[in-house]
């Protein structure tokens, strides 16, 4: 044999490791290297591992660790994931992954998990903890609290069994009980975070101010690099007037944090809101700090701007013109400079200044914005839509495009091409406000709440401060119920708001939905003592003390607030509304003859009346009485000349009611319900002229989002003898909108004429059953009927 060979085979042999010890090797080196806190070698190491033959769940686990300490959650979990494919008696696994599966809320996996842990440990302390917090969140706090009682026994020292005991204690409302074990588990875990905003949650619900900043006050002690929980305690701070505190933590942050715009910003968000007069004097300072950095003065003066400081403004840009020249960001400086003229509207000295931009750089995306601004704002939507729709193809400042398309298309009334925009312009930027005001609004309005909360979210994430998505965020969370959540915002809106009655009011609205009437009711006073027509803190007044079994003192404190205020229409709307809840007619009708006497051009007084004599069965002329005198003072309004046509629709004088919608046609033809409404009359006639009127007119709302109208498209179309189209829209119709009377016999007639008895029964005994239940009649009920008792007389025979 030869030696050399022999020689390479001995080294093969002794000197190289087979794939599993190469494995061990790289594992063992991982773990070490954990230990000594050198992740970036572990990882290394672990990636070594995981790349040679040898697959072990355990390696998958420990760079699970390494996810872990890097907060890459998803990460962990598909590492936390493989290891136990591979690796199915792997303990600590099964563990690290139940608990991230409660933290996402895949609930019915983290309990398997416990479950199979508890299978081969019964007293897996960790497993025990998982299972009693599925049960918790799952509202099963009876088995929760059981599995906690038993385990507290034996580990009164653990801070996570402390921890969810204190959150079943508050849950089953103990908060005496709840505090008293977060303080347990602070005295074994003084810088556990969670278990300090717990007890911030609880002594806030329970307006223990005092303890609240002493909680936020050890928060900043123990994590100083922490400035969410200054901006927490600022926020406190400002809410009980403790002003100069809030400012010294506002500078402490700015400071930390380098001085960037920003935190800067934030700081003139809370001047503005609590000394206002101080803001230019400070804005003075961070430009003078900036010195020759124009990027900082532009963001800066912007939000000046933004917020009406406009000749400081305009100073700050001229700086960064004087900078920056010819530069992109000189130019929207000028750019800016000139939007500060259009606000003012010297449109002339705006576009002029456009104009010059134009020359120095004619592509510059800002100005031509601008210039589509000004088309707007001088009622030429079309030139604007030319110019914007060039735009798009820029690929330039692509959100403010898209915001600036969708107010043309709201301009145009053309909703669905609006949102369609908005919803563009926040892919692009979550923050732009106009897009997101209009978007989030939307999807409240159509219930789709979810959907807000994501385009929240998103926005919250880059701008955590910014005061419309801090209100919007309340609002959501007070709309949703979630009590603790809209009570955290509400202290960062008290910091932020330069309306002081906007945290008040947020605030009274936690405290009745928490059921706290007494509470509620003292802050709603205290902001109708400084804006006594508030109609919402007046509504949410009177329903308090009605919820708490008062409603005699709700009628008591409106009235006793009209006298002091007599002259104010909302204070007399919602006293009236408090009036016929406890039917008590004359004094309705005292109350608003008397201010239609004194302020003959309240319209929503006249309409309130009428509505007071049909409730108390007063006669139908009595009423068009009021409707012609409020007429008489009020001859161009719109809402009187509906309710009054409206009115000689329900006494069958459908010629005068098709008048009054025509008068109304020629003077606001672009007024929807108006040619809703004429639509509608003239599509019942049986003059062929009167039809096809009617479905011209409602052709208009061929694509609607609203129903109402959409039924009337429909309705025409069947009546026009386009009834296969008009049943397809119907159909689609009755989807979303399946609870109205007059949708269902519109379906049922449109069934009929297409041959479909049986459905046309069905859907014409829901019309007539929805009606009586609702105990609202609708148009067309009698023929309903007439055409029932035909169908169901022809089945007989």
Request: with cysteine; proline share 3%.
């Amino acid at each position: 044999m030869d030696k050399g060979f022999a020689l390479v085979c001995a080294l093969l042999l002794f000197g190289c490791n087979s794939p599993v010890e190469t494995a061990d090797s790289h594992l063992q080196k991982g773990k070490d290297f954990i230990e000594k806190g050198e992740l970036d070698k572990a990882f290394l190491e672990l990636k070594s591992a995981n790349q040679s033959d040898d697959k072990r769940g355990e390696t998958y686990y420990y760079m699970a660790l390494l996810d872990e300490k890097s907060n890459n959650y998803k990460a962990m979990k598909q590492n936390l994931t493989r290891a136990l494919e591979l690796d199915n008696g792997l303990l600590d696994a099964k563990i690290k992954l139940g608990k991230l599966n409660v933290l996402s809320g895949d609930l019915d996996k983290a309990l398997e998990l416990a479950k199979a842990a508890l299978a081969s440990d019964p007293g897996n302390l960790e497993a025990q903890i998982i299972e009693a917090s599925v049960y918790a969140k799952q509202e099963k706090s009876d088995q929760a609290s059981q599995i906690v009682q038993q385990i507290l026994k034996d580990n009164q020292d653990n801070v996570d069994v402390l921890s969810l005991a204190a959150a079943l204690a508050y849950k089953a409302n103990r908060p005496a009980d709840a505090l008293d074990l977060i303080g347990k588990g602070l005295d074994k875990d003084g810088k556990n975070i969670a278990l300090r905003l717990f007890r911030v949650k609880i002594n806030a619900s329970n307006n223990q101010v005092d303890k609240v900043i002493e909680d936020y006050k050890s928060l900043v002690d123990l994590y100083p690099e922490n400035n969410n929980f200054k901006l927490s305690l600022a926020s406190i701070y400002s809410m009980t007037n403790k002003l100069d505190l809030a400012e010294s933590l506002l500078r402490v942050v700015i400071e930390k944090e380098g001085y960037k715009p920003d935190s800067e910003i934030t700081l003139l968000e809370f001047l503005n809101a609590r000394a206002k007069d101080r803001v230019p004097v400070e804005y003075e300072v961070m430009v003078n700090r900036h010195q020759r950095q124009g990027a900082p003065i532009l963001e800066l003066s912007k939000w000046m701007m933004a917020n009406g400081f406009i000749d400081a403004a305009k100073n700050g840009l001229q700086k960064v013109v004087e900078l920056e020249g010819d530069g992109d960001l000189g130019l929207t400086a000028k750019v800016l400079i000139a939007d500060t003229s259009m606000l003012a509207k010297q449109y002339d000295v705006a576009k002029n200044i456009v104009d010059q931009v134009l020359v120095s750089n004619p592509e510059f995306v800002p100005a031509k914005l601008l210039r589509a601004r000004l088309f707007l704002a001088e009622s030429n939507p079309d030139e604007a839509l030319v110019l914007l729709n060039k735009l798009v193809w820029d690929k330039a400042n692509l959100d403010e495009v898209y915001a600036l398309l969708g107010q043309v298309h709201q301009v145009k009334k053309d909703r669905k091409a609006a949102d369609k925009y908005f919803k563009q312009a926040l892919e692009v930027n979550p923050v732009n406000l106009v897009a997101f005001n209009n978007t989030f609004s939307s999807y409240i309005q159509a219930g789709q709440r979810d959907t807000a909360r994501q385009v929240l979210d998103k926005a919250l994430k880059l701008k955590p401060n910014q005061i419309n998505f801090l209100i919007s965020q309340a609002e959501l969370d007070i709309l949703e119920k979630r009590w603790d959540q809209a009570q955290d915002v509400v202290h960062k809106i008290a910091l932020f708001s330069k309306e002081k009655a906007v945290p008040v009011y947020l605030q009274a609205n936690v405290l009745q939905g928490k059921g706290k009437y007494s509470d509620a009711i003292a802050l709603y006073d205290k902001i109708l003592q400084e804006f006594p027509g508030h109609l919402n803190s007046m509504v949410n007044l009177a329903r308090s003390f009605d919820v708490s079994g008062q409603k005699e003192k709700a009628v008591s404190y409106l009235e006793i607030h009209h006298d002091k205020h007599p002259d104010d229409s909302a204070i007399v709307g919602v006293l009236t509304d408090a009036y016929l809840a406890s039917k008590d007619y004359s004094k309705a009708k005292k109350l608003l003859s008397g201010h239609v006497d004194k302020f003959p051009k309240s319209v929503s007084s006249y309409l309130a009346l009428a509505k007071v004599q049909a409730l108390s069965g007063e006669n139908v002329e009595s009423v068009k009485q009021i409707y012609l005198k409020g007429l008489q003072v009020n001859p161009d309004d719109v809402q009187l000349a509906l309710a009054l046509a409206g009115l000689y629709e329900q006494v069958n004088e459908k010629q005068n009611a098709k008048k009054i919608y025509e008068e109304l046609l020629e003077r606001h033809p672009d007024v929807d319900v108006v040619v809703n409404n004429l639509s509608a009359l003239l599509v019942e006639s049986d003059d062929q002229d009167n039809l096809v009127k009617g479905m011209a007119l409602a052709e208009r709302f061929k694509n609607s989002d609203n129903p109402y109208f959409q039924d009337t498209y429909a309705w025409a179309l069947v009546r026009s003898g386009r009834v296969t189209d008009g049943l397809k829209l119907l159909e689609e119709l009755i989807i979303k909108e399946p609870k109205l009377p007059e949708f269902r016999y519109h379906l049922g007639v449109a069934h009929y004429q297409s041959g479909n008895k049986a459905t046309a029964l069905s859907e014409l005994k829901q019309a007539i059953a929805l009606s009586d239940r609702q105990k609202k009649g609708f148009a067309g009920q009698d023929v309903a009927k007439k055409m029932l008792f035909e169908i169901e007389h022809s089945t007989i025979k």
